[in-house]
Every structure is written in structure tokens, then in C-alpha cells.
């Protein structure tokens, strides 16, 4: 039987090993909730020290560098995140007292397959917690890219990039966005709820939240806790998790009752149900992912919004014209939020900025040229196509779609616009494009 205060230390640790072997952060704290009965307060204690260290891993390991004998990289990984568990309190959470980060981490390595090990931990913390109250920080880098890369826990490659697209300044600015907590905004099913309704909802329940004023049906909860599936009308149906940003795209694509609508990426199929409760449950979508998976977690989430003119065909959409003939010109409105590299997200996804890199990009730039060459012939004379993506790296967005737009007359870039992490109106980091046939 663990000490209070130990098992959602312990939750934390098992997530950052099955992150550290590739797992994504998400599934990877789904998992270790399923697996420990944990209170409220220890799942919000467990999810903030494994995303938080999750984020500062580079930082962290810098101070294991400078803390230990062995380096990060060369430590046993049971170790080297056991030891990101104790140093992200003393560093990062000065709501815990150190003697608490301490006690609970070496008492981990007792009980957890590290007992020899337990003094080094016990040494390597004490140290770290001396470094932090004399004030000594990390050695000092020459070049700006190597600075921002320390300061903020993203990759160098990143760092380099975000001066060259937004200057110091403003590379400082997405940086800092990149290790802020997410808000939680929630876009209100109109067919089954109104703002003001599902606001009084939340607030009789002790649920505070506000409206957000670029979102006509969006809420962003300001405080509330607990499985958010245990809110007032989730399982009605009245509302879904979705951020800002992403609730900002499909009203570019202005659905309308009774059309044909082609969702070409879907899942998770935030934006399928958005376009259903836009167009008011009438006409026809097509929801297409290649993953008959995650395409099904789009079907169930459609049957609990109450959408019934939502289509499902788990297809590759670059070759769709084959699989479909029928399909040409088909469409009026295409939606193709494609495969990204995802670095608008990252304050989301803290795992992402250490699973990306750029040869990766060049193959989701690829990938996403072809989408847009595959979904072109389904689009009916005079329809509308919106493209967007969750990242920040112009050539997947700007850039992209100027050389699309380009080489396919009369197509009509008619507007684009990219949102940055730690944009005034808050979210993630999205961009999207409207192009019009002629």
C-alpha cells in the first residue's frame, strides 16, 4: 500500500516511461488512469507532473547534466524520469514543499525496482534544490536559437525556425505559449443546447465559465474538475471538447442546409460535427479517414451529438476519385484539415515537440499536396474548398497552398490566415485557407 501523495507521483513516473518508449502523452495518461484509482486531485497532481515534465524535458535533463555523474541520455530511463519527477517540483511547482518532492520521489525508488539507486536520487534532489535557492542556473549559450531552445524546453531545429519566421521577439512569445496550460473550450451543439442554457448548467454545478467572443458557441471553462465526461450534458449531447482555433475553421467553409459536404480527413471528427450542427442535421456529409479506428470514434461522437446526415468511409483521401467515380464534381464544400506536424499544439500535446522533426515535415508536406491533388476533382464547379492544419510552419500552410493555387486555374485563393500560439485572442496555433473554383 502506497503513502498518500505517492500514487500519483507514481501515475506520473509510469506515464513518462510509456512516453519516453513512443506512446502518446493522451493514451499514455488514459492508460495509467484506467489502471489507479485515483482522486480528483491526484489526477490533476499526476497530469500536471507528467506534462509539465513532459514540456521541460530538455531542461530537465540539462540539470540532471550538471546535478549527476552520468549523464541524462546515458541514465537508466527508469531512473532519468523518476528523476524528471522530483526535479519539475523543486523547479517548477513551488506549491509542493521540497522536502515533499524529495521524501515522495527517493520513497518511489524504494518501493519501485530502484532501491540501490534511492540514495543517488536522494543526493542529485538535495543538490538540485541548493542550485535553486543560491539562484544558479544553467550554463549560459552563445547562439539565440541555443538560448531559446534552453529556456523554453523545445528542440533547437524549432528554435531556429520560430526566429527565422517571427524574429527574437516574437519567437519568444510562441515559445512561452508552448509551455502554458491549455484552456478547456467547449463548443455548444446548437440542436440540442444554447450558451446561456448550458452556462447556467455548468454554474449549478459549480462549474464557472465564459463565453468566448470569437466563438459564437463557444465556452472556455474557467474552473471546474473531475472527468469532464461527468459534466452536465455530455452525455445529452449538448456540447464537445474543441479549441477555439479549431472551432474558428468550419464557418470559413459557410455549410449551408442541404449540401454536400466532404469531410476528407476527419478524425477525431471535431469539425464533422460542427459542420452537421452549422448545416442543422440537413443535406449530406461525407466523413472519410483511413483509419477505420478513429473514423468509428467519429461515428460514436456523431450519435451522441444527435447527427444523422454524417457518412462514414474509411478510404485514403488521395486516390478517393478511383475508389469513387461517382464523386466528381460532387461536392459543393470540401473540408480537408490534413495530417500536420502539429507545432500550433503543442502546449496541448507536450510530448509533440520531441516526437517531430523536419524530415518528417517534408513527408507530411507530401502527403498533404496529394490530398489536395486527390480532393480537386470532387469539387463541383463554383464550390469551395478550406484547408487547415494545427501547425505554425509556412511551408505546410502559406506556402503550400500559394504553389496549389498556382498550378490549378481558375482556382481563386480568396483568403488565408495563420494564428499563432500566444495570438491576444488566445488557442491553439492554426491556420486555414479558403479557395474558391471558378
Known amino acids: 500500500m502506497l503513502k498518500k501523495g505517492l500514487l500519483s507521483r507514481l501515475a506520473a513516473w509510469e506515464i ?46 540539462c540539470w540532471i547534466d550538471c546535478l549527476a555523474k552520468v549523464s541524462a541520455e546515458k541514465q537508466p530511463p527508469l531512473l532519468r524520469w523518476l528523476l524528471h519527477v522530483g526535479l519539475y517540483q523543486i523547479f517548477y511547482m513551488d506549491r509542493i514543499p521540497v522536502s515533499a518532492a524529495v521524501n515522495t520521489t527517493v520513497e518511489l525508488a524504494k ?43 523545445i528542440p533547437t531545429w524549432l528554435a531556429y525556425e520560430l526566429i527565422e519566421w517571427k524574429g527574437e521577439k516574437g519567437a519568444e512569445i510562441i515559445a512561452k505559449a508552448f509551455n502554458q496550460a491549455p484552456a478547456i473550450d467547449l463548443r455548444v451543439n446548437s440542436k440540442r443546447s444554447s450558451v446561456k442554457s448550458l452556462r447556467q448548467k455548468f454554474q449549478d454545478s459549480g462549474i464557472e465559465s465564459k463565453l468566448i467572443e470569437t466563438c459564437p458557441y463557444g465556452l472556455t471553462v474557467t474552473s471546474g474538475a473531475g472527468d469532464l465526461r ?77 447527427h444523422h446526415c454524417i457518412k462514414f468511409l474509411s478510404a485514403d483521401a488521395t486516390n478517393l476519385i478511383e475508389l469513387k467515380p461517382s464523386w466528381k464534381g460532387y461536392f459543393n464544400k470540401i473540408l480537408l484539415d490534413v495530417p500536420c506536424s502539429g507545432l500550433g499544439t503543442l502546449a496541448r500535446n507536450p510530448d509533440a515537440r520531441w516526437r517531430m522533426s523536419p524530415s518528417q515535415i517534408e513527408g507530411l508536406i507530401q502527403l498533404q499536396f496529394n490530398l489536395l491533388e486527390g480532393i480537386l476533382p470532387l469539387l463541383k464547379p463554383g464550390g469551395r474548398i478550406v484547408y487547415s492544419t494545427c501547425t505554425i510552419h509556412p511551408d ?34 492554426f491556420y486555414a485557407a479558403i479557395i474558391d473554383s471558378g
Open 111 to 153: 518501493k519501485k525496482n530502484l532501491k540501490s539507486l534511492a540514495p543517488v536520487v536522494n543526493a542529485i534532489l538535495r543538490e538540485a534544490i541548493r542550485a535553486r535557492d543560491l539562484g544558479k542556473e544553467l550554463p549560459g549559450l552563445i547562439e539565440p536559437q541555443d538560448r531559446l531552445s534552453l529556456k523554453h524546453s
Open 16 to 61: 513518462l516511461q510509456t512516453v519516453g518508449r513512443g506512446a502518446y502523452s493522451d493514451i499514455a495518461i488514459d492508460h495509467s488512469f484506467r489502471k489507479y484509482s485515483l482522486s480528483i486531485a491526484d489526477r490533476a497532481l499526476a497530469t500536471e507532473l507528467a506534462c509539465g515534465a513532459i514540456r521541460q524535458r530538455l531542461v530537465l535533463d
Open 230 to 306: 461527468q459534466w452536465p450534458g455530455y452525455e445529452q449531447g449538448e456540447w464537445s471538447v474543441q479549441d477555439r482555433s479549431a472551432q474558428w475553421v468550419v464557418p470559413l467553409l459557410e455549410p449551408r442546409s442541404g449540401e454536400v459536404v466532404l469531410d476528407a480527413c476527419s478524425a477525431p471528427g471535431g469539425k464533422t460535427t460542427h459542420l452537421a450542427e452549422l448545416m442543422n442535421d440537413i443535406g449530406e456529409i461525407w466523413a472519410v479517414d483511413r483509419s477505420p479506428k478513429r473514423l468509428q470514434k467519429v461515428s460514436l461522437n456523431a450519435a451522441r451529438l444527435g
Open 396 to 429: 505546410e500552410n502559406f506556402r503550400q497552398i500559394e504553389k496549389f493555387v498556382s498550378m490549378h486555374q481558375p482556382l481563386n485563393l480568396e483568403r488565408q490566415k495563420q494564428i499563432w500560439p500566444g495570438d491576444a485572442q488566445g488557442g491553439d496555433g
